[in-house]
């Protein structure tokens, strides 16, 4: 019994020496033969880089923003534009009004945060410079209230936040965003100092926590005052029909988010006068259901490209199938050799066997340096979060090995079921 065992495995690793002595000794054809393993393994290498990464970035993203938020709005929230449903132009402004009603009776609700955005021309009209005219970068323009740091989680670095006082006597301060600010002042401390919006004079008050990209855009790049100010300055928003109010809330406890979402949601319905069988007039936009979405998104990428995969591997199992039953008959004299010296069809089969399996699981390897070299290049070249999970390596290493077992069996088993007598007169 121990011989059999020290014979089996003497017999495997003389097999593997079998198959990278024939790879090397025919380099073309065993490169065209891996070809299709490489490409397979390569791109489900490089595409869990890419959807692991871009579903970490994401999820740091809406984390970013605090994942108990719950933000209502007039429009359904859209990614790449598009127009605007007929339905959804019929819909009614929220209003100053509504949030207030959900601040004083949303009992489950810790901040709630009402906002107004500059958009479309008036974004493009606006001018935000120091009086020595420094220019700001495009920064985007929101009018809030104290409740917007956070609702929005959001953090001062240093000064302050908005206070009610603020708002209740219109003043001209402003909250800046880490990018504005240097875009503004440099390295230099911009408390106190101020910035010209549209000409009018604003007195710097705090400056934000730097909080890095979100969904394409940065959300450090950003210049906030009072709501009141703002809708002094800019009436035709609020007056305007437009997507005018966004209202920001988050719950006191963070495991009750979805019952004070349905606390404010029948608050706002209740408002607005909609009967039971009436779908709500405005939409909901939860970081939570958004994370769901992308990563459906990128299931679908992902789904493709391990559609492309699959077809790659079996056009490279295919090869690997063909160029075994090659070599089957190309050594035909051989097999006839090795049973009159006593192989047995096991030993013929698991030789072939090992050969195929060898020959994938180097293909394999190469297959899965190549995906790597490409998620580190993506990486450097365009700062992506590209990265490999160990599993998605040993899963790369795992089929094409399997290709190997798959596509190597009938080559192994015809080449055992040979006759030694016809296999020795074989030329």
């Known amino acids: 019994m121990t011989r059999r065992k020290v014979g089996f495995r003497g017999i495997g690793t003389e097999n593997v020496r079998f198959a990278l002595r024939a790879m090397v000794a025919q380099k073309l054809r065993s490169f065209l033969t891996l070809l299709g393993i490489v490409a397979g393994v390569a791109t489900v290498i490089a595409m869990v880089s890419f959807v692991s990464g871009f579903n970490d970035a994401v999820t740091d993203s809406f984390s970013s923003f605090g994942t108990t938020l719950v933000q209502f709005q007039k429009y359904e ?162 007056n305007g029909g437009g997507d005018t109010i966004h209202i920001a809330t988050i719950p ?21 006068g909609l009967k039971a069988s009436q779908p709500n007039d405005f939409a909901i936009f939860t970081s939570e259901a958004q994370l769901k979405t992308f990563q459906q998104i990128t299931g679908g990428i992902a789904g493709a490209m391990v559609l492309i995969a699959a077809i790659a591997l079996l056009v490279g ?36 066997l090992v050969e195929a399996i060898s020959l994938t699981g180097v293909g394999g390897a190469v297959g899965i340096a190549v995906g790597l070299g490409i998620a580190m290049l993506v990486r450097l070249v365009f700062e992506f979060p590209a990265a490999a999970p160990v599993w998605s390596i040993v899963l790369g290493f795992g089929v094409s090995t399997a290709v190997g077992l798959v596509f190597g069996l009938w080559p192994a088993l015809k080449a055992a079921k040979q006759d030694p007598i016809e296999a020795l007169r074989y030329e």
Request: hydrophobic share 40%; charged share 25%.
């Open 77 to 238: 929230p859209r990614f790449g534009g598009g127009r605007l449903p007929e339905d959804q132009k019929r819909r009614r402004d929220l209003t100053i009004e509504d949030a207030e009603a959900l601040k004083q009776t949303a009992t489950l609700a810790a901040a709630v945060s009402q906002e107004r955005y500059l958009f479309g021309n008036d974004a493009a009209n606006l001018t935000v410079k120091t009086p020595e005219g420094q220019e700001g970068n495009n920064p985007t323009f929101v009018g809030t209230n104290p409740d917007y740091a956070p609702s929005n989680n959001s953090f001062i670095q240093d000064g302050r936040f908005f206070v009610d006082a603020d708002v209740a006597h219109t003043a001209r301060t402003c909250v800046l965003g880490p990018q504005t600010a240097e875009a503004l002042f440099g390295k230099k401390d911009p408390i106190g100092r101020t910035v010209l919006v549209n000409g009018t004079a604003f007195s710097v008050i705090g400056l934000l926590e730097k909080k890095g990209s979100f969904l394409g855009g940065d959300a450090d790049n950003i210049l906030i005052i009072p709501i009141s100010t703002f809708d002094e300055m800019f009436p035709q928003v609020k």
């Open 252 to 272: 006191k406890d963070p495991k009750r988010m979805y019952e004070m979402m349905d606390q404010e949601v029948a608050i706002l319905r209740a408002r607005r």
């Open 317 to 352: 199992g295919v090869g690997v199938m063909n160029i075994m039953l090659v070599s089957v008959t190309e050594r035909t004299r051989e097999i006839g050799v090795r049973k009159a010296l006593g192989a047995t069809r096991k030993d013929i089969a698991m030789q072939f």
